[in-house]
T-cell receptor, first 109, second 113 residues
Framework: GQNIDQPTEMTATEGAIVQINCTYQ??????LFWYQQHAGEAPTFLSY??LDGLEEKGRFSSFLSRSKGYSYLLLKELQMKDSASYLC??????????WGAGTKLIIKP | DGGITQSPKYLFRKEGQNVTLSCEQN?????MYWYRQDPGQGLRLIYY???????QKGDIAEGYSVSREKKESFPLTVTSAQKNPTAFYLC????????????FGPGTRLTVL
């Protein structure tokens, strides 16, 4: 079967750095997405990785290792507004998005 | 502005009534999706469509129905057969390439009384 695993919840301190991991087992791989979802709102796109390595976009970076079926989202200089759920999703061989359950990130002052 | 619209944002219905949630996109995307999200949970796929007049069941299609008569529109009907319809419903669309980002509408929060 297809499976995407993320930690359920993480806590970090304002101004610090946090890494949210995602491991996947899917039938084929055509890219990995990270989305941010604030409570009561729709998910919004953060990043896309299809090749191994690190993609940096401001305070957020995303890493992919296809051989390990592993990705992480790195958030630097955490701000209170970063409190949200972070969803990992993989495009499989049929170009369908398979979603993880999301990681709820709590930022403390 | 290009985007996806869903209406209404909040919807209340009595138990036993069918209700239709609208979803319209002007992004010229071929694929459209309906997800359900329960409190503290991830996204669960209800139905999806990759072309007009065709759609496929997702993981939790029972008690729901859809139509895709136009590329821009993908309405979802929550029928009385759906046992626990109260949830947050999200519509999304994307192109058909692997790298195409999926964009979401603002969602409809359905409460069945």
């Amino acid at each position: 079967g297809q499976n995407i695993d993320q930690p359920t919840e993480m806590t970090a301190t304002e101004g610090a750095i946090v890494q949210i991991n995602c491991t996947y087992q899917t039938s084929g791989f055509n890219g990995l997405f990270w989305y941010q979802q604030h409570a009561g709102e729709a998910p919004t796109f953060l990043s896309y990785n299809v090749l191994d390595g690190l993609e940096e976009k401001g305070r957020f970076s995303s890493f992919l290792s296809r051989s390990k079926g592993y990705s992480y989202l790195l958030l630097k200089e955490l701000q209170m507004k970063d409190s949200a759920s972070y969803l990992c999703a993989v495009t499989d061989s049929n170009y369908q998005l398979i979603w993880g359950a999301g990681t709820k990130l709590i930022i403390k002052p | 502005d290009g985007g996806i619209t869903q209406s209404p944002k909040y919807l209340f219905r009595k138990e036993g009534q069918n209700v239709t949630l609208s979803c319209e996109q002007n992004l010229n995307h071929d694929a459209m999706y309906w997800y359900r999200q329960d409190p503290g949970q991830g996204l669960r796929l209800i139905y999806y469509s990759q072309i007009v007049n065709d759609f496929q069941k997702g993981d939790i299609a029972e008690g729901y129905s859809v139509s895709r008569e136009k590329k821009e529109s993908f309405p979802l009907t929550v029928t009385s057969a759906q046992k626990n319809p109260t949830a947050f419903y999200l519509c999304a669309s994307r192109g058909l390439a692997g790298a195409d980002t999926q964009y979401f509408g603002p969602g409809t929060r359905l409460t069945v009384l």
